[in-house]
C-alpha cells in the first residue's frame, strides 16, 4: 500500500504532468496512474509488432501474451510476442519496488514497461493496451506518445463481489469478468458461493450439499411452481479459473457463508441445523431462519468443507460470511443453550463469535486467513480476523482501531445492484440509487482510524448481489462502467481525482469493454426528461416544456422532433424545449469527436402520454418507501417489465395526476410473488382488511393518513383468484366531475399469505369537452 509520502510525490508529479500536457489529449487511461510525465514524439505500433521478453521469464512473457490478447480484441492489431529485445519490450527491474508497481516508457524508439514483479508487469501491459486503443480507428496502427509512467497502487484490495449463489452464472461468465477486472487494475474476485438459495461449489465428502443444495424450485404468483432451477461449480472448473485469474493478477476470495443464510446446507443435511427438521432450499430473498448448528460434529463438518475449498483456492483469504444470522432457532434449542452455558457465553451473538473463532483457528493453522462480513464484531471480534465492512464503516473504523484488517464495502454506495439511475429502462434492483458519480467520489479511508492504524486498511471492494440479477447482461450491467470509478478510487491516489477528465477517460474504456463482449450501461450519459410545471397546466396551456439533461453533465445534447435519431448535427439543446403536446422528443448525448455518449432516448408529449405513468413514475404512500425494483417472476430473464415496490405495503401512487380534465382510466395489474424472508422486520408489514376473498384494488383520490380526513374511493375492483388468472391483467372505470387534480392512490388488501400486486401502468382518459 503506498503511504502518505508517496501519495504526496505521486500528486506533485501529476500536476506537473497536467502542466506539462496542457496542449495535449487526455491520456485514455483508467484508473490514472501514479506519476505521468508527458515527453516530445511518439512511437507508432503497427500490425504484426515484435513484443520482447528476457528469455525464461515466464511472467513476462505472461504478460506478453495478456497485452497481445487485449490488443487484438480491443485495437484489432496482432502483436508477436517474442523472446529477447524489441522495440516493444518487458523487464524486470529490481529497482522498481513493490509486486504491482511498475514503469513504462515510450520514446521515438520504443516502448519499456519495466518491474520487479509479475503483476507490475502485467499492469504495465494493461496500461500500455489502453495507450494502444485510444479511438474508433479499429485495425490501424496507433501513435503512443512519449511518456513516462510510474505507478503503483494506492490499496492492495481491489474487489468486486460477484453472486451465483442466488441467481447462478455459467463459469464462462466469470472467466469474462476476470479479463475486465484485469483490464483496469482490479485484483480481487470474491465469490459468494454458498446462501439459502444454492449452495455452487462441490464437496465431494458430501455430495448432496450439490445434489440437494444447488437446486430450489421458484415461487409462485398463482397457479403451478416453474421447474427447479441452479448449477454449481465443480472443483475441476473453478481450478481451472483460479489458474485463469492468476495469470492476470486476480485473487480469488471464496465465500462460505455461515452461520446464517445456511438453508441450502441444512436441506442438503438437516443433522447439521438446529431443530431436526429438513427444509427446502429457500426462494424467498433476504434473512431466511436456518442456522448452522454450533455442536462438535457441524464443527467438523464445515473442516471438512473448509479443507476441500482450500485445496481449490490457495489465496490468503476465506471468507466465512457471518452477516444476517438471527439467532431465533439458537435461542429456541434447549441444545445450543446448554452449549453456551459449558461454554460460559451469555448471549448468541458471543456464540457467533466462539464458532467464527473455531473456523480462523482452523484456517490460521493451515496458512490462511478468515475474512468475515461485519456483524462478526458484535460478539467480540475473533483475534483470528479480518472484517469486511457492509453496513456503512463503523466496522471497519473500529476493526481497524483495534488491530484487525478491513476491507470497505458500504452499502449502499458500493452495493452494485443498486440502481444506476431513476429510469424506466432500467432492469431490476435496488432503488437506493447509486450513479457513477457516487462510487466516484467515494473514499475508502474513513474518518474516525487513528493515523497508526491507516495501514490495516486493505482496500475497497463493490458488490453485485443477484436477487434480481438473474442473467449474464444484467450482473454485467451493473458492473459497467462503475467498475472504472472503483478502479480509480482503490488504485489512484486521492489528490489525482478530477470527475470530469475521468469521463473523458472513461469512454474509451467504455469502448474497449464492449468490444470485449461486454454489457455496458449508459445511464450516466443517457438523456433524461422532466416536465417543467405540471401536466394539467401543459394540458390546460396545450404547451408542454421540457428540460433534458444528463446524469453526469458530459457531452453536448443533440436532439430531433420528427422521429428519427439524432446525430452529432442535430439540433443543440440549449433551453428547455416549449411545445405543442404532440410530438415526441428523440435525444442522445454527443462528445466532441461526434460520437454518441448513449443510446438515443424518446419522450412522447402526446396529450395520452402526459396522462400516462407507469411503475417508474409512481411514488411511495404516506408512512412507505419504494425500495426495490422486482421483475415480473424471480427467474424472469428480461428486464422488462419491473415494478418500484414496497414490499411491506402495497401501495403506490399516481403524483400529481390531472383528475380535473379526467373521465375514465385504465389501470393494468401484475401479480407477482411474495417471496421475502423479512425476519423481524415482518411486523412491519401492513395487513389491510380484504373484503372480498383476493382482497381488492382500492384506489382512492388522495392517499389515507392516520389522522388525515378520509379520502373518496374512486374505485374498487376485487381481485381474481391467484390460481386461475393471469398474471397481468387489467381494469377500467369512470371518474367523476368535479375532482381536483392531485395524487391517485393504488391499495391493494389482498391477504399478506397471497401473492404481492403491483400497478404496472395507469392511464387516464381525457374528458370530452
Not at 499492469?123 to 500500455?128: F, K, V
Not at 430531433?560 to 424545449?577: I, K
Amino acid at each position: 500500500m503506498i503511504r502518505n509520502a508517496s501519495l504526496l510525490l505521486a500528486t506533485t508529479l501529476l500536476v506537473s504532468a497536467a502542466t506539462a500536457g496542457a496542449q495535449t489529449a487526455p491520456l485514455p487511461l483508467v484508473p490514472m496512474p501514479q506519476s505521468v510525465t508527458r515527453g516530445a514524439g511518439s512511437f507508432t505500433v503497427s500490425d504484426g509488432a515484435h513484443v520482447g521478453t528476457p528469455a525464461g521469464d515466464a511472467g513476462a512473457a505472461a504478460a506478453a501474451r495478456l497485452l497481445a490478447a487485449h490488443v487484438k480484441t480491443e485495437r484489432g492489431l496482432t502483436l508477436a510476442p517474442v523472446q529477447g529485445d524489441a522495440p516493444i519490450r518487458f523487464v524486470r527491474d529490481a529497482g522498481v519496488t513493490g509486486e504491482e508497481a511498475y514503469r513504462l516508457d515510450v520514446d521515438g524508439r520504443g516502448i519499456r514497461i519495466a518491474a520487479s514483479g509479475d503483476r507490475g508487469l502485467l499492469y504495465g501491459a494493461m496500461t500500455l493496451a489502453q495507450l494502444i486503443s485510444p479511438d474508433r480507428a479499429f485495425g490501424k496502427p496507433t501513435a503512443v506518445p512519449a511518456l513516462a509512467i510510474a505507478d503503483a497502487p494506492r490499496f492492495a484490495w481491489r474487489g468486486l463481489m460477484i453472486d451465483p449463489a442466488r441467481h447462478f452464472q455459467p463459469i464462462e461468465f466469470l472467466y469474462g469478468i476476470v479479463d475486465q477486472m484485469a483490464a483496469v487494475k482490479l485484483n480481487t474476485l470474491h465469490l459468494h458461493l454458498t446462501d439459502d438459495q444454492g449452495w455452487r461449489f462441490e464437496v465431494k465428502r458430501y455430495p448432496k450439499l450439490t445434489e440437494i443444495g444447488a437446486w430450489r424450485t421458484p415461487p409462485s404468483s398463482g397457479g403451478a411452481p416453474g421447474p427447479r432451477v441452479g448449477g454449481f461449480y465443480t472443483q475441476a472448473q473453478l481450478r481451472g479459473l483460479v489458474a485463469y485469474a492468476a495469470a492476470r493478477g486476480v485473487a480469488i476470495v471464496p465465500e462460505i457463508d455461515l452461520p446464517g443464510h445456511a438453508q441450502a446446507l441444512v436441506a442438503a443435511y438437516p443433522e447439521h441445523g438446529v431443530l431436526g427438521d429438513r427444509p427446502a432450499v429457500s426462494h424467498d430473498w433476504g434473512v431466511n431462519p436456518y442456522l448452522l448448528n454450533p455442536q462438535a460434529k457441524s464443527v467438523r463438518f464445515i473442516e471438512d468443507i473448509l479443507d476441500e475449498l482450500m485445496a481449490v483456492f490457495p489465496g490468503t483469504y476465506i471468507h466465512l460470511g457471518g452477516d444476517e444470522a438471527v439467532k431465533d432457532q439458537w435461542e429456541r434449542s434447549p441444545q445450543v443453550q446448554a452449549q453456551m452455558r459449558g461454554l460460559g457465553l451469555k448471549t448468541e451473538m458471543q456464540m457467533q463469535s466462539w464458532l467464527i473463532d473455531q473456523f480462523g483457528a482452523y484456517l490460521a493453522a493451515k496458512g490462511r486467513r478468515l475474512i468475515g462480513w461485519d456483524e462478526i464484531l458484535e460478539g467480540g471480534l475473533p483475534a483470528s480476523a479480518s472484517v469486511m465492512s457492509w453496513r456503512g464503516e463503523k466496522g471497519a473504523v473500529d476493526a481497524a482501531n483495534q488491530g484487525h484488517d478491513v476491507v470497505l464495502s458500504p452499502a449502499p454506495t458500493l452495493y452494485f445492484d443498486s440502481l444506476q439511475s431513476d429510469r424506466g429502462d432500467e432492469p431490476p434492483g435496488r432503488l437506493s440509487i447509486q450513479t457513477l458519480a457516487d462510487v466516484y467520489k467515494y473514499e475508502p479511508m474513513p474518518a474516525g482510524i487513528a493515523p497508526d492504524k491507516a495501514r490495516h486498511v486493505l482496500g475497497a471492494q463493490a458488490n453485485s448481489w443477484s436477487e434480481y440479477l438473474v442473467t449474464p447482461y444484467q450482473v454485467q450491467h451493473v458492473i459497467f462502467p462503475r467498475a472504472a470509478a472503483l478502479a480509480e478510487i482503490s488504485w489512484s491516489p486521492k489528490a489525482a481525482r478530477d470527475f470530469t477528465g475521468f469521463l473523458d477517460r472513461l469512454q474509451p474504456q467504455i469502448a474497449r469493454w464492449r468490444r470485449s463482449g461486454m454489457e455496458v450501461a449508459d445511464s450516466a450519459f443517457a438523456v433524461g426528461y422532466t416536465i417543467q410545471g405540471s401536466a394539467a397546466d401543459a394540458l390546460r396551456a396545450n404547451r408542454v416544456t421540457v428540460a433534458l439533461a444528463t446524469q453526469a453533465g458530459a457531452g453536448t445534447i443533440r436532439y430531433t422532433l420528427d422521429g428519427s435519431v439524432p446525430t452529432a448535427r442535430a439540433h443543440a439543446y440549449a433551453a428547455p424545449l416549449s411545445l405543442t403536446p404532440g410530438a415526441t422528443i428523440r435525444a442522445a448525448a454527443f462528445g466532441p469527436d461526434g460520437a454518441a455518449l448513449a443510446t438515443a432516448r424518446d419522450f412522447a408529449t402526446s396529450r395520452a402520454a402526459l396522462m400516462t405513468r407507469d411503475a417508474s413514475q409512481f411514488t411511495a404512500c404516506p408512512r412507505g418507501a419504494l425500495g426495490l425494483r422486482v421483475p415480473l417472476s424471480s427467474e424472469a430473464t428480461a428486464n422488462a417489465p419491473a415494478f418500484n415496490a414496497n414490499i411491506f405495503d402495497t401501495c403506490t401512487a399516481y403524483p400529481a395526476a390531472p383528475l380535473s380534465l379526467s373521465d375514465g382510466f385504465t389501470v393494468e395489474v401484475a401479480r407477482l410473488p411474495r417471496h421475502y424472508g423479512l425476519a423481524h422486520d415482518i411486523t412491519k408489514v401492513r395487513q389491510h382488511y380484504n373484503v372480498t376473498p383476493y382482497g381488492e384494488l382500492v384506489l382512492t383520490a388522495g392517499c389515507p393518513v392516520t389522522d388525515g380526513p378520509k379520502r373518496p374511493v374512486l374505485a374498487t375492483f376485487p381481485l381474481p383468484d391467484p390460481a386461475s388468472a393471469p398474471n397481468r391483467f387489467r381494469f377500467t372505470g369512470t371518474l367523476p366531475a368535479g375532482l381536483a387534480d392531485g395524487d391517485i392512490c393504488m391499495q391493494f388488501t389482498s391477504p399478506t399469505s397471497d401473492p404481492f400486486y403491483a400497478v404496472e401502468r395507469m392511464q387516464l382518459t381525457e374528458r370530452r369537452k
